[in-house]
């Protein structure tokens, strides 16, 4: 059984880009979250997606967007990169009945 | 939200017992306590959760305060593959079925040799 999966693992964009990434949940899991985690803090929540539709949002700007397809899998776009976007970002998916989240291995972004 | 405070790091002999403590006076009634490890920026592992009784995994136990305001994560017989940054998370209370995780920064467990 495939845990949450992630791609690409690393990527480096100019300041002013756009970027996508990708994440496949958990057999069986059907809400994916998106977490930054810049270096040295712990992860700070994004969004959260269930029924292709997001559900709750963190503290970030409209430049962080997502989508939730019927596969349950999903995208995280961030646009009109900046220097400060450069971090970790992890995707976790669970069940809607509350239990644990289980997190990919992240993709490390790189704005220059 | 409730919030976790955490040592910011703490060291642990090789073969003997971790104990991480986690501070969350706040933490309501229907809030459970997570906690996830996080080896080297991977991403964070899940290790136990428990809502008022002290709970055991394979991994590790968490042990509860009777009045929930704060826990203990024991690694009974730590190894050095458990060196990595230990999160203590209060998972707030839901009102449409989903949830987010508020980390804090954690505590750095570093296991000697």
């Known amino acids: 059984d495939a845990g949450v999966t992630q791609s690409p693992t690393h990527l480096i964009k100019t300041r002013g880009q756009q970027v996508t990434l990708r994440c496949s949940p958990k057999s069986g899991h059907d809400t994916v979250s998106w977490y930054q985690q810049a270096l040295g803090q712990g992860p700070q929540f994004i969004f959260q997606y269930y029924e292709e539709e997001e559900r709750q949002r963190g503290n970030f700007p409209d430049r962080f967007s997502g989508h939730q397809f019927p596969n349950y899998s999903s995208e995280l776009n961030v646009n009109a990169l900046l220097l400060g976007d450069s971090a970790l970002y992890l995707c976790?998916?669970?069940?809607?009945?509350?239990?644990?989240?289980?997190f990919g291995q992240g993709t490390r972004l790189t704005v220059v | 939200d409730a919030k976790t405070t955490q040592p910011p790091s703490m060291d642990c002999a090789e073969g003997r017992a971790a104990n991480l403590p986690c501070n969350h006076s706040?933490?309501?009634?229907?809030?459970?306590v997570y906690w996830y490890r996080q080896i080297h920026s991977q991403g964070p592992q899940y290790i136990i959760h428990g809502l008022k009784n002290n709970e055991t995994n394979e991994m590790a136990s968490l042990i509860i305060t009777e009045d929930r305001k704060s826990s203990t994560l024991i690694l009974p017989h730590a190894t050095l593959r458990d060196t990595a940054v230990y999160y203590c998370?209060?998972?707030?209370?839901?009102?449409?079925?989903?949830?987010?995780?508020?980390f804090g920064t954690g505590t750095r467990l570093k296991v000697l040799a």
């Open positions: 706040t933490i309501s009634g229907n809030e459970y």
């Open positions: 998370i209060v998972r707030p209370s839901t009102t449409s079925g989903t949830y987010k995780y508020i």
């Open positions: 976790a998916s669970s069940y809607r009945v509350p239990g644990e989240a289980f």
